[in-house]
């Protein structure tokens, strides 16, 4: 099923069309395996407790295999195993696995069933390969030390759950240029890294994803993307569980939950960061935000890119959770603080903050950003920071802990009518003195009232 780009969507409804793997197979013969979900309602084991196999084993050894097609049809089996410092490189080739995983955290975690798994030391080259996987299993999956695999001008087709594209793990690297990628199935991401840490490098490629929970990238570890076209069909295009991902110049699309969202799967974690420079991100959803962050303290931050939302909405942040379904929000234990910085970008939107959570939103280097910041429910913090050649338009009354703005004139401040509350008992608003003024377009700043700075409305 191939995809569409809407271009200048607001101008025109110039659209191009994107092949991607599944315009080559048979979606039909494979709907009764995209709708298979899984039991995760038991205790992951922490160690690795089935031997990795497969067919074409290779244990410290180095080969070269072209113009061949390797294929298993075996639960719990990979079709080729790299390992114990091996070094093997794979061209012109096809590779076909059908067999079920038994345990999806082994799968995880060690590549259980994976079609394609280098492990131990050992460094792949693969080129211009097709990879097509059913039932549920990674298509190339790294794991360990001083792994690494290199995929390029290769096509990776899964149908099944948890069916990665590219998976790295256990400080495992795996670095792709020139793929198309398609799953089917839910929580199979195109480009994901699992725990302990993965390492993700994507340049030049198109991902489709079309399950819930299948983001483009899934972190936790460190993902680089680079040229990247992709739509998550049911899914934001990123998930961050204690992870960095880097992005350029790509173009993506996410059609639930939110853009990007940034959370913590156990307790609250700090460090988290999403940055997106000369990109374009596109929400689908009615209510769902370009970012999203729950139950963290995480930053984002984007350099010339953009943000386009069905809902309005630019950031939120919440006391809540994604569950292991991620198809809603629960609550969780702890509110969120996210810190967004934005640099020579426009953005229109809202920033949302509920029960407990903070938003701090800097401005600079020429940005403008139309928009107000208000709580969804509960008491609600936000900073506004902006440099002097950044500007806001404003598009309701908004209060605010901490305001900043490097042009004390506000010539830079567009009201449109609407108030600016600030808290005058905050260090970083000194510099109003506690005055009111009277701001561009009619609106005035003014200090807020103790209600106001609660934040419920
Ligand atoms: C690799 O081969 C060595 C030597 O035969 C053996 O001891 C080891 O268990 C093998 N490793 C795996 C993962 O099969
Ligand atoms: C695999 O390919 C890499 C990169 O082209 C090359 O350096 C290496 O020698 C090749 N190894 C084998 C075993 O063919
Ligand atoms: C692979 O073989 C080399 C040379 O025989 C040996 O030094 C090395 O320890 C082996 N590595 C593993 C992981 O077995
Ligand atoms: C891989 O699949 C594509 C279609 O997705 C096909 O055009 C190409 O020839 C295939 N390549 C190999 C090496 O099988
Ligand atoms: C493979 O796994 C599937 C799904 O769990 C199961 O139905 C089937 O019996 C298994 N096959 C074998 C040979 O164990
Ligand atoms: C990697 O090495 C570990 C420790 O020796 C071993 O248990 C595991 O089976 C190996 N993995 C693979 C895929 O060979
Ligand atoms: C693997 O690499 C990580 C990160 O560099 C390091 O903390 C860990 O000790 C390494 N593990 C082994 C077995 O070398
Ligand atoms: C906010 O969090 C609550 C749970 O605390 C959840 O029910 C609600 O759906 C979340 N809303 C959004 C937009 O994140
Ligand atoms: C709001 O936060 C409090 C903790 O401050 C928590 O107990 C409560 O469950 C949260 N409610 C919702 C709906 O998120
Ligand atoms: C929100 O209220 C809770 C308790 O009512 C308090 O602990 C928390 O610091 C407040 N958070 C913000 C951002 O004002
Ligand atoms: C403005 O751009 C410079 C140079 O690229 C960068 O170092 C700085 O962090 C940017 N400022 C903001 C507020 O993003
Ligand atoms: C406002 O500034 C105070 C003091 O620096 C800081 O502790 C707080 O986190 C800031 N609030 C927000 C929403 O950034």
């Known amino acids: 099923m191939s995809f569409l780009i809407l271009l200048f969507a607001a101008v025109s409804a110039a659209t191009i069309t994107i ?31 089935y031997a990795i196999t497969g067919p074409y084993f290779y244990n410290n050894t180095s080969k070269g295999v072209s113009h061949k097609t390797l294929s298993v049809s075996k639960n719990d089996t990979s079709v080729v195993v790299i390992t114990e410092d091996s070094h ?7 590779v076909i696995k059908h067999g079920y995983s038994s345990d999806l955290y082994q799968s995880s975690f060690y590549g259980l069933n994976a079609a394609v798994n280098i492990a131990n030391a050992s460094v792949a080259y693969l080129e211009n390969i097709n990879v097509t996987v059913h039932n549920g299993a990674a298509n190339i999956y790294v794991y360990g030390n001083n792994s690494y695999a290199y995929i390029s001008d290769s096509s990776l087709y899964s149908s099944g759950p948890v069916s990665h594209g590219l998976y790295a793990a256990g400080y495992g690297t795996v670095v792709g240029k020139n793929l198309r990628h398609y799953s089917g199935a839910y929580r199979s991401s195109s480009f994901a890294g699992d725990s302990p840490k993965g390492y993700v490098y994507v340049y030049d490629s198109i991902a489709h994803t079309a399950g819930i929970g299948s983001a483009i990238f899934y ?28 992005i350029h110049g790509s173009d993506l699309t996410a059609g639930l939950l939110a853009g990007a969202v940034i959370f913590s799967s156990g307790t609250r974690q700090s460090g988290s960061e999403i940055s997106f420079t000369n990109c374009r991100l596109t929400v689908f ?15 984002a931050s984007l350099v010339r890119s953009q943000i386009h939302t069905t809902s309005g909405i630019l950031v939120i942040a919440n006391h809540s959770q994604v569950t292991q379904d991620f198809n809603y929000f629960a609550d969780s234990t702890a509110a969120a603080d996210a810190t967004i910085t934005i640099s020579e970008s426009s953005l229109t939107g809202d920033l ?36 002097a050649s950044s500007s806001w338009m404003l598009t309701g009354n908004t209060v605010l802990t901490n305001f900043t703005d490097a042009d004390t004139t506000l010539s830079n401040v567009h009201s449109a009518g609407y108030n600016l509350y600030y808290d005058s008992s905050s260090s970083h608003n000194r510099w109003l003195k506690g005055a ?13 009232s103790k209600l106001q700075l609660q934040g419920s409305h």
Not at 364 to 377: F, P, R
Not at 441 to 447: A, E, H, K
């Open 219 to 246: 972190g936790q570890g460190t993902v680089y993307a680079e040229n990247i076209l992709g739509y998550a069909q049911q899914a934001p295009i990123a998930f961050l569980d204690g992870s960095q991902i880097d």
């Open 88 to 94: 093997v490189n794979i061209s012109q080739s096809t």
């Open 436 to 448: 009111t003024k009277k701001m561009h377009g009619g609106g005035y700043i003014r200090p807020a």
């Open 19 to 49: 092949l991607d793997p599944s315009d080559f197979a048979s979606l039909k013969s494979d709907a009764a395996d995209n709708v298979l979900t899984a039991n995760w309602d038991y205790a992951p084991l922490s160690y690795q407790a």
């Open 352 to 387: 949302v903050a509920y029960n407990g959570s903070s938003i701090s939103w800097t401005l600079g280097n020429y940005s403008t950003w139309t928009g107000t910041a208000y709580s969804g429910y509960g008491n609600a913090s936000f900073s506004v920071s902006l440099d």
């Open 285 to 299: 959803p009615d209510d769902a935000a370009g970012l999203w962050f729950g139950n963290v303290i995480a930053s």
